[in-house]
């Protein structure tokens, strides 16, 4: 496990290393959107139906995104308790509040997640970060996510329904969509070579690709928002992964299937919820500050929240 986070580590400094150094003057910025748009739009479909097609549908399949709902809403629903407990002792701003709120409760579980769960339990459990993002976190992000941001922050209003068409238009969900259409009909068990190869090969450079990009992310971010950064970073890193271990006991969720859901609630801010901080106009310093810590941290809590569950 420590080799693989120190293998991260340093594909995460290479990505800072391009974004400092932009060679052949080329905007990191610019070059982030551009990986990220072909992993979401090509790479992640095709990982997505890989996965599903071919893996064992049984009741994890329902349990594992449902623990991963209920451990983002109960996530969600503290940190609303701990900045309005927060506010009665000193000014916590409206826009702060929203920002801390979704940085806290969402986790980047597919950019940081499948590649820390792939190198800790292998290939099986890549299915379990699909799962908690595409059936799980997605969902609440694009609904609830969303409209918690126009709350706190632009005041403008947002349809439920506009939320669920912008879920249903993620191009991984057709993936995941497909490919469960492959797994019922029988054709994810009896899929031609070169078919196979195809999916294999657009599968192959995810894992790099996730992690150079994270690194792309990293900015050196203003410490004015220090004081309403800690309390995000503790749940975030914290408590999330606590909430996830009681819903996985609840829920009799055993084996892989239990790990997984507690490592992927103990991942560091989603990046997709610091785009919704800005277009929702929120405080993006105290949302970038509590990103960049919880990066820096996971090198720290996730070993520890993987040695805690064995």
């Known amino acids: 496990m420590i080799n693989n986070l120190i293998a991260f580590l340093m ?3 290479c990505g800072v290393f391009f974004q400092w150094k932009k060679p052949a003057g080329v905007d990191p910025d610019k070059a982030r959107h551009a990986i990220n748009t072909i992993v979401i739009k ?18 994890d399949v329902i349990l594992f995104p449902l623990s991963a709902i209920l451990t983002v809403l109960s ?8 900045y309005t407990i927060l506010g009665k002792f000193t000014k916590v701003s409206k826009k702060e509040k929203g920002a801390a709120i979704l940085t806290s409760s969402f986790g980047n579980v597919t950019f940081f997640g499948i590649p820390i769960l792939t190198a800790l339990y292998g290939s099986e459990a890549i299915k379990f970060p699909i799962l908690y993002d595409c059936m799980g976190t997605a969902i609440l992000l694009w609904t609830i996510g969303i409209m918690l941001g126009a709350y706190y922050g632009s005041g403008r209003k947002v349809r439920l329904k506009d939320g669920i068409k912008s879920f249903a238009m993620t191009p991984p969900i057709w993936g995941m969509v497909l490919g469960y259409i ?22 192959a450079p995810i894992i790099g690709i996730m992690i150079f990009s994270i690194g792309m992310m990293l900015k050196i971010p203003q410490m004015k928002s220090l004081f309403i950064a800690i309390p995000a970073v503790i749940i975030k890193l914290c408590i999330s992964p606590l909430i996830a271990f009681l819903f996985a006991t ?14 992927d609630a103990a991942m560091p801010v989603m990046a997709l919820s610091l785009a919704i901080v800005s277009e929702s106009k929120l405080d993006e310093t105290a949302a970038a500050l509590i990103a ?19």
């Open 42 to 59: 090509f790479f992640m479909p095709a990982l997505c139906f890989k996965v599903i097609a071919t893996m064992e549908i049984n009741s």
């Open 11 to 13: 594909i995460i400094i």
């Open 182 to 203: 492959a797994n019922f009909s029988g054709f994810g068990q009896q899929m031609p070579e070169f078919f196979i190869a195809f999916l294999d090969l657009m599968s």
């Open 292 to 310: 960049v810590i919880t990066v820096i941290l996971s090198f720290i809590t996730i070993p520890i929240t993987v040695l805690l569950i064995g």
């Open 75 to 82: 996530v969600m629903f503290f940190s609303y308790l701990t």
């Open 250 to 263: 609840l829920l009799g969720l055993e084996g892989l299937a239990f790990k997984s859901t507690i490592v």
